[in-house]
């Protein structure tokens, strides 16, 4: 069964009487447990495509099956439910709220889940433990380097157990070496079984990947397995 | 999202604001402690007349000179001269009433020895402490016989006697008034105030020395009387015979074309409701405008946060709240905050009206009540919440509304 199945799928935006098209006719099948890397230039629309995927944006063409369920016209609350329960962001800017502790940076997603206080707590630890965060657990997140910041983000991403994780840029923020450790990391999850597509527009991040999409000006230029998966090498 | 996670998550973003939180809300208490106050200070003085209303008892009827100009505006009884001695004879006559006692009233010095003294001077009769109950601490009260024949007499109240004599006995003592030279007859109890006049401070003299000797007048200031029977009946009666006594052409009966001015009790107890809810509309006039100030700070203050934490409501959206979830998060937070408000302004309200009462009771008038008001709190925390419903409604619809994408890259 393919997690994401997209035909056609298409995206307009209307900016009073000019039609601005950010993807035009996307077709592309991802299964369960692929680490897929989107990449392109700025403009090829692989952002709006990331955006599609994880229910954050709405496609104007085609269809897109998630699970085999169709996401056009599900109303707004169906959306919010798929993000809650199906998916976790990682972003370029890490977006955690500075004046909140890890644990309650990693909790987040769970405060609109139901779940009952313990419960969160054990989630949220074992995510905190996944990304090697458990001795900065307590700690306000703007006391943190970037690099641990994106590790809480990917404790945040992983902590409602998603059907995919979604990281768009992780590592656009980070220096080099630091980048790599958090390659490494996603690269690791991926090997746990998690489903993970990162959008980049750097090769190297990009080989980290068992799947290469290449995306210009909206549409697919080249769709390539990536047998020689890199390895940065930090914890092997 | 359950609501202890809504409370939660407001109360934490409040507190990462504190002194903004608590500026935000400071129009709130003001006006919420502002009305508690005036509430407070209302009722414990409709309390406080209504009391001594009904210690005199409700068939006192009072009968004032008046200009008998309808357009002259109110009869002011120190200026009009209208009522005379003659008339008290003419209500004795009528048996309408069965204690009457007529009153003049003016300050003037009074000296004993060196002590000179700026002293209301009551003028009055045997029958005034039948009709004002007040007991003697010394000697005896005027009697007829000093109304009669003009008596230099005085009976003087406890806190003069005690400026004027010290701890030695006044009874017997002269007091000069207007070099004129009176014997204390009597002291009266001590008696606290009546109508925000202090008593203690009083000196009675017979009111035909006072109208003869003392001011040079044949009028009274007012009569006094207990009606027997209805009081209204015997009011209107009343002002048929003094129409008839005062030679008056009005024939329709007009009140406002009388030279004389007759009510009761019930006409001060009504007085005070009327000016009770007269402060009423007023204090909620003043509520409202201060507390629509107090909203609109909200509201401002909510708008900018929202406009703050555009990404971190882009973020919570990609993590799965929906509209309402968000919605309700900035609801919760303004309602809050308000509440807070109403919170402070109940209890700084509450403090100060006891201040102010203990104030009025140490210095002022003995016999006050400090009165707070439940509904009115009550009330605070209901219009709090409704403050904060909206004016936080537009701002929490903002963020709702906004787009996770555009949020998110927000800088």
């Known amino acids: 069964m393919n997690l994401f199945s997209l035909k056609e799928v298409s995206r307009d935006y209307l900016n009073g009487e000019v039609v601005t098209s950010a993807l035009r006719g996307v077709s592309v099948e991802v299964k369960k447990g692929e680490f897929l890397a989107i990449m392109g230039p700025s403009g090829s629309g692989k952002s709006t495509l990331m955006h599609i995927l994880g229910f954050l944006d709405s496609h104007t063409g085609g269809t897109y099956l998630f699970d085999g369920r169709d996401v056009a016209g599900m109303t707004d609350d169906e959306l919010a439910k798929l993000r809650q329960d199906q998916v976790g962001f990682v972003f370029q800017a890490f977006n955690l709220l500075s004046k909140s502790t890890v644990a309650q940076n990693v909790m987040l997603p769970l405060v609109y889940g139901g779940l009952t206080v313990k419960e969160r707590h054990t989630r949220a630890d074992n995510a905190i433990s996944a990304v090697g965060m458990e001795h900065r657990r307590n700690h306000y997140s703007n006391q943190l380097s970037g690099g641990e910041k994106q590790r809480v983000a990917i404790a945040r991403a992983l902590v409602n157990n998603p059907s995919v994780i979604f990281a768009d840029e992780p590592t656009g923020n980070l220096d080099t070496k630091t980048g790599t450790q958090i390659l490494d990391l996603l690269a690791e999850l991926h090997d746990e079984g998690h489903t993970i597509v990162m959008v980049t527009h750097e090769e190297e991040a990009a080989e980290y990947a068992s799947r290469i999409l290449k995306l210009r000006d909206g549409k697919m230029e080249s769709d390539t397995q990536n047998v020689n998966r890199r390895r940065g090498g930090y914890k092997k | 999202m359950q609501y202890r996670d809504l409370f939660t998550t407001a109360s934490e973003s409040l507190l990462r604001t504190k002194s903004r939180s608590l500026l935000t809300i400071l129009g709130i208490v003001i006006g919420i402690g502002a009305v508690i106050l005036m509430l407070s200070i209302g009722q414990g003085a409709e309390r406080f007349i209504l009391n001594q209303v009904a210690d005199l008892g409700a068939d006192l009827v009072f009968v004032e000179p008046a200009s008998g100009d309808p357009t002259s505006g109110p009869p002011n009884p120190f200026i009009e001269q209208t009522v005379t001695l003659d008339d008290v004879t003419a209500m004795e006559r009528s ?123 044949d009028s009274v200031a007012w009569i006094t009387a207990r009606a027997i029977g209805d009081v209204d009946e015997v009011k209107e009666e009343f002002r048929w015979l003094m129409r008839d006594a005062h030679d008056l052409d009005n024939p329709e009966g007009d009140p406002s074309k009388d030279d004389f001015f007759v009510s009761s009790q019930d006409d001060a107890t009504e007085m005070v409701g009327v000016v009770g809810g007269v402060l009423t509309v007023l204090l909620s006039s003043i509520a409202a405008i201060s507390l629509l100030v107090g909203g609109i700070g909200i509201m401002n203050i909510m708008l900018v946060s929202v406009t703050e934490r555009t990404r971190e409501i882009g973020l919570r959206k990609a993590v799965g709240a929906t509209y309402k979830e968000i919605m309700l998060q900035f609801l919760v937070e303004s309602v809050l905050l308000t509440l807070l408000g109403g919170l402070l302004g109940v209890l700084g309200g509450v403090t100060i009206s006891y201040l102010v009462g203990w104030v009025l009771i140490e210095y002022f008038v003995a016999d006050w009540t400090i009165v707070i008001p439940p509904n009115a709190i009550a009330l605070a925390a209901i219009v709090s919440t409704i403050v904060g419903l909206v004016f936080g409604i537009y701002p929490a619809r903002n963020a709702a509304r906004l787009n996770p994408i555009d949020a998110l890259r927000y800088e």
């Open chain 2, 95 to 217: 048996g309408l009433f069965s204690t009457i006692s007529a009153t003049l009233l003016t300050t003037l010095p009074v000296t004993v020895g060196e002590i000179n003294e700026f002293t209301q001077l009551q003028g009055t009769d045997e029958n005034y402490l039948d009709l004002f109950p007040g007991d003697l601490q010394y000697g005896t009260n005027l009697d007829e016989s000093d109304v009669e024949g003009y008596a230099k007499v005085a009976v003087i109240g406890s806190e003069i006697s005690e400026t004027f004599f010290g701890d030695a006995d006044p009874v017997g003592q002269k007091i000069k008034i207007k070099s004129m030279s009176f014997r204390v007859v009597g002291v009266m109890e001590e008696q606290g105030s009546r109508f925000f006049q202090n008593l203690d401070k009083q000196i009675s003299i017979p009111i035909t020395t006072m109208q003869r000797d003392v001011m040079g007048v």
